[in-house]
């Protein structure tokens, strides 16, 4: 069994990755054209794109001159194990302790809390049927 051990995502390389993900893959161009403005310079777009080459979180295909990037990074991946430290770094590992805090610190509505308890009854009976 391989273990991969993600390197955390700074704020601006999170976002950065967020429109990669978008965008599938794109050029330079392509991932400033997805910021908002006032759109951050090239340069600096560039040294972040080459921060997540060296954290293995993006690769690129050459074009000519040009690089077409992509992401290496699986979006559901990343936000997992996101999750899995925010778990054990808050929740001391505990689902049930997350889950107590989720439902009873937030204002989540009657519809929004019944939405919630008809997607873990579905992973219920799935993990049911697999047994």
Same mark, same amino acid.
């Given at each position: 069994?391989?273990?991969?051990?993600? #390197?955390?995502?700074?704020?601006?390389?999170?976002?950065?990755?967020?429109?990669?993900?978008?965008? #599938?893959?794109?050029?330079?161009? !392509?991932?400033? !054209?997805?910021?908002?403005?006032?759109?951050?310079? @090239?340069?600096?777009? $560039?040294?972040?794109?080459?921060?997540?080459?060296?954290?293995?979180?993006?690769?690129? &295909?050459?074009?000519?001159? !040009?690089?077409?990037?992509?992401?290496?990074?699986? &979006?559901?991946?990343?936000?997992? $194990?996101?999750?899995?430290?925010? /778990?054990?770094? @808050?929740?001391?590992? $505990?689902?049930?302790?997350?889950? $107590?805090?989720?439902?009873?610190?937030?204002?989540?509505? /009657?519809?929004?809390?019944?939405?919630?308890?008809?997607?873990?009854?579905?992973?219920?009976?799935?993990?049911? #049927?697999?047994?």
């Amino acid at each position: 069994m391989t273990i991969i051990v993600m #390197k955390n995502l700074s704020e601006k390389e999170l976002q950065l990755m967020n429109h990669l993900w978008n965008i #599938k893959k794109g050029y330079l161009k !392509d991932i400033v !054209d997805q910021f908002e403005e006032p759109k951050p310079a @090239y340069t600096t777009i $560039s040294t972040l794109i080459n921060r997540l080459i060296t954290k293995k979180h993006v690769g690129f &295909k050459m074009n000519g001159r !040009d690089k077409e990037y992509y992401p290496l990074l699986k &979006k559901p991946a990343y936000f997992s $194990s996101e999750f899995k430290k925010m /778990i054990s770094n @808050y929740f001391e590992n $505990s689902t049930a302790q997350f889950a $107590s805090f989720f439902t009873e610190n937030t204002d989540l509505s /009657i519809e929004q809390l019944e939405e919630l308890q008809s997607m873990v009854n579905r992973q219920i009976e799935k993990k049911n #049927k697999k047994s």
